[in-house]
């Protein structure tokens, strides 16, 4: 059984910073593009990062660059968000997500077939 389990969520000052892990079990997602996605009370679920298969190509989504960082260790099976001078508005349920796509030609929109169960980032202003 595949499963993805984030970690790392918690409360947080205004400005401070997170880092949030995610560590994939029964399968290998080494070839496989991997995205962080956020839900905030009463909205939809929203893009957040994504980094391609080998962690040569990321995005990100207009708000967070250059607050927050995706990377990844494959040899670890796990993708990283570090999130530095976060904001109120950065507060959300926070998920990793693994795509069947290595993400190589295009990572902008590709779909992603396996979640993780989120975790909670607070920012308290």
């Known amino acids: 059984q595949v499963q993805l389990l984030e970690s790392g969520g918690g409360l947080v000052q205004a400005g401070g910073s997170l880092r949030l892990s995610c560590v994939a079990s029964?399968?290998?997602?080494?070839?496989?593009?991997k995205g962080w996605f956020r839900q905030a009370p009463g909205k939809e679920r929203e893009f957040v990062a994504a980094?391609?298969?080998?962690?040569?190509?990321?995005d990100y989504a207009d708000s967070v660059k250059g607050r927050f960082t995706i990377s990844r260790d494959n040899a670890k099976n796990t993708v990283y968000l570090q999130m530095n001078s976060l904001e109120h508005e950065d507060t959300a349920v926070y998920y990793c997500?693994?795509?069947?796509?290595?993400?190589?030609?295009?990572?902008?929109?590709?779909?992603?077939?396996?979640w993780g169960q989120g975790t909670q980032v607070t920012v308290s202003s």
């Open positions: 997500a693994a795509s069947l796509s290595t993400g190589s030609y295009r990572l902008k929109g590709i779909p992603y077939d396996y």
């Open positions: 980094i391609n298969w080998s962690g040569g190509t990321t």
């Open positions: 029964g399968r290998t997602f080494s070839s496989n593009a």
